[in-house]
């Protein structure tokens, strides 16, 4: 019996899996504010752990750097130590750091996740998040129609490319249906909290846009600050919106959160406050990148684009939302999904 140790820092949790050798190591380095936020990193945890049902690999992940002098320095001792098969690091803000380092080691192995590093020796895998991002904004805009008009957006860093990239596939898709179904949608003025996890700051930007500027509906690629959103959700819910007999819906992103809007995040039962997600299948790459590499096929010098004609970036399907969100609002969002996978809609980022 050989034990798989998950190691964060240097605080370790303990898979057990059945191996007659002991298994390859990996390391997997994400910027800060890393596993637990929820969402983004979260996305990929997934995809580590359910590996484990398949081969035997041991995963280290570091300490999480929060500068990109940071990051140079914990990639380079991982170079350094000729300790992993492969080193797989998550996240754009972490492209120039990888690319340092794997220049630096041309005989480590490195994965990029959502990112492109050049070099043999680094595979990357990059998401069109904008596609399932424009399917969010027509649900958005469909939703919003019948509420009041309204629709509202906050972001996380504003310098985050890929949060940028979903807010113009968002405000994209909004357009679009509000023009042709003439619905008279409005975009309220798009919020940056600033920060990856900000609880105070998100819950105070949710419950305003809410409460002061009346929206039906928001889009929040925030990263660990859901936490607040959830929150601001909770205020509203209790103040304004129990006596309306509305709901404060939020479109989540960067990882499927839909049950983070049950009456109890904890307990798959419905219904929630965020009937849909944007999410790029971050732990569909690292589990194919990672399976193919222990099979001795790493597919160095290969850059992965996840779309949503093959699955990698997609809208969750409604689970705990059905019973309120309209059929005819359904089918219309999975028809302009169609549309945008077999390249009849152009979005873009």
């Known amino acids: 019996m050989i034990i798989v140790v998950v190691v964060f820092g240097s605080v370790g949790g303990i898979l057990y899996v059945t191996s007659p050798y002991e298994p390859s190591r990996i390391a997997v380095v994400v910027m800060d504010p890393g596993f637990g936020d929820l969402s983004y990193a979260d ?34 001792e991982l170079a350094q130590s000729g300790r992993y098969s492969l080193i797989l690091a998550m996240g754009r803000d972490l492209v120039p750091s990888v690319q340092t380092v794997a220049d630096e080691f041309p005989e480590q192995k490195f994965a990029m996740i959502d990112g492109y590093v050049s070099g043999n020796n680094v595979v990357s895998a990059t998401f069109k998040v904008e596609q399932a991002a424009f399917v969010a904004g027509v649900f958005a805009a469909l939703m919003a129609a019948n509420i009041t008009q309204k629709v509202g957006i906050i972001g996380s860093v504003q310098s985050d490319t890929g949060v940028q990239a979903m807010i113009s596939g968002f405000i994209q898709g909004v357009t679009t249906a509000n023009e042709t179904y003439d619905l008279g949608v409005t975009l309220l003025d798009t919020v940056y909290i600033g920060s990856y996890n900000n609880t105070e700051l998100a819950a105070q930007y949710t419950t305003t ?33 129990a006596s309306l007999n509305r709901m404060p819906l939020v479109i989540a992103a960067e990882g499927d959160q839909d049950y983070y809007g049950n009456p109890n995040p904890h307990v798959a039962i419905g219904p929630s406050w965020i009937p849909m997600s944007v999410v790029p299948r971050t732990d569909l790459a690292a589990f194919r990148i990672i399976n193919a590499t222990m099979w001795n096929n790493f597919p160095g010098g290969q850059t992965f684009e996840y779309d949503l004609a093959n699955g990698g970036v997609n809208v969750t399907n409604f689970t705990f939302s059905s019973t309120y969100v309209p059929l005819s609002i359904q089918r219309r969002v999975w028809e302009y999904a169609a549309a945008v996978a077999e390249g009849t809609i152009t979005v873009e980022p």
């Open 43 to 76: 996305q990929l945890y997934t995809g580590l752990t359910r590996l484990l049902s398949y081969i035997s690999v041991q995963y280290y992940i570091p300490s999480y750097p929060k500068t990109q002098t940071e990051a140079v320095t914990t990639l380079r």
């Open 209 to 241: 846009m809410f409460l002061s500027q009346d929206a039906s509906i928001i889009f929040a690629p925030v990263r660990a600050s859901m936490l607040g959103v959830r929150q601001g959700m909770e205020v509203v819910n209790k103040t304004m919106f």
